[in-house]
Every structure is written in structure tokens, then in C-alpha cells.
């Protein structure tokens, strides 16, 4: 079992409508959680992180964590065509090796 | 402020040279990340330096290495390359040490042939 999965997509959605994106992980002691976005050809750019139960907003962005459930999830409200890129979730363990894990990230399609 | 920046951006190397990247983190952060990126493993965590030190390690030979300045620069080394050691080479900055909020640099694209 990988520590963090994502489903690899592609993940194709309306322009205007809402994307969910997904992440679930294996260690039990995870304590950070982030979204990256990387467009193609570029470096990996955070754009939410979430440290506790519930959810957390950010302008068109939503980060929700489940710790019993082990999952994550972004969704990007009034998708635009320029939110088509890949979303990382990465996880960060503080017991024992402490660095962040990344899931192989989700390809999302915007169309217009 | 700046962000991270890295050098060189494109390096093309022949198997067996030895390598050797470059990081200047964010002004402020002491916390300094490398991954390697390839199309099949994802984003691979290679080790982290805080305050001159390794902190952590990930799974990959001795052939990788690295330092931290007192300036909080780092380099990375790869010695005796391999072809599979192509990847897109990228270090993250972080203020502290651990699972935080880490920022990439636009990364250091490496060509074994």
C-alpha cells in the first residue's frame, strides 16, 4: 500500500463547475497535510495546507481533513481553465523521519 | 522577497561524471528540501539540511549527497551518475525544520546519457 494515494485522473470538468480532488494516506500519526499545483513543466506551487480536523478556505479553494478516516481533499469552486494542471498531496509525519510524503498527484482538465 | 532559486536549470551529463546542484532558499528559512522528480516515481524525498545539518534522509544510495552553508545555501552531489539518476532535481525552503509549509524552486532539469 503506498503511504499516499491519489487517484491519477485525468479528471476532466466543466469550466464554472466544482473539482474534488482526493488524497488518502497510511500513517495514523500524520499531522500536516498540503495541496500542491504544478503546471506542466513547472515546479510544484502550495496552495493549501491543513493541520486540523474540519475544513479550511481559501478563496476558491477548500481543504477538508478526516483524520479517522485518513483523507484529504481539495475542491476549487467556479473551476477556471487556468486551474488545469496536477494537484500533489503531500503528508507530513512528525513521528520518527519527519518529511513530507507526496502522492503521484492528479491531472485535472478544465474545459472550457 | 525572492523566492528559491536554483542553478543550473538544464544539465546534461554522460554516466559516470559526478554532479553537483545548487540551492539559495527563501531569505529567512533555514530549513533546505530536495526531491527528485521523475514521471514514474513521483516526487521522491532525498534529504533535509536545517542550521548546516542533514535532519533526514530518504531512500536513495550513498552516491547522493549534500551540505548547507551558514548562509543556509545549499548543494546537492551526485558521484558516478547513472542513466535512471535523470529527473528533475527540485529544493524546497521551509523557516523550520519538519513537516511545514515547504516553497519549491523551479528546479534543476538533469540529462544522463
Known amino acids: 500500500q503506498k503511504e499516499v494515494e491519489q487517484n491519477s485522473g485525468p479528471l476532466s470538468v466543466p469550466e464554472g463547475a466544482i473539482a474534488s480532488l482526493n488524497c488518502t494516506y497510511s500513517?495514523?500519526?500524520?499531522?500536516?497535510f498540503f495541496w500542491y499545483r504544478q503546471y506542466s513543466g513547472k515546479s510544484p506551487e502550495l496552495i493549501m495546507s491543513?493541520?486540523?480536523?474540519g475544513d479550511k478556505e481559501d478563496g476558491r479553494f477548500t481543504a477538508q481533513l478526516n483524520k479517522a478516516s485518513q483523507y484529504v481533499s481539495l475542491l476549487i469552486r467556479d473551476s477556471q481553465p487556468s486551474d488545469s494542471a496536477t494537484y500533489l498531496c503531500a503528508v507530513g509525519s512528525n513521528f520518527g523521519n519527519e518529511k513530507l510524503t507526496f502522492g503521484t498527484g492528479t491531472r485535472l482538465t478544465i474545459i472550457p | 522577497k525572492a523566492g528559491v532559486t536554483q542553478t543550473p536549470r538544464y544539465l546534461i551529463k554522460t554516466r559516470g561524471q559526478q554532479v553537483t546542484l545548487s540551492c539559495s532558499p527563501i531569505s529567512g528559512h533555514r530549513s533546505v528540501s530536495w526531491y527528485q522528480q521523475t514521471p514514474g516515481q513521483g516526487l521522491q524525498f532525498l534529504f533535509e539540511?536545517?542550521?548546516?545539518?542533514?535532519?533526514n534522509k530518504g531512500n536513495f544510495p550513498g552516491r547522493f549527497s549534500g551540505r548547507q552553508f551558514s548562509n543556509s545555501r545549499s548543494e546537492m552531489n551526485v558521484s558516478t551518475l547513472e542513466l535512471g539518476d535523470s529527473a528533475l532535481y527540485l529544493c524546497a525552503s521551509s523557516p523550520r525544520t519538519g513537516t511545514y509549509e515547504q516553497y519549491f524552486g523551479p528546479g534543476t532539469r538533469l540529462t544522463v546519457t
Open positions: 500513517d495514523r500519526g500524520s499531522q500536516s
Open positions: 539540511y536545517f542550521s548546516e545539518t542533514q535532519r
Open positions: 491543513i493541520y486540523s480536523n
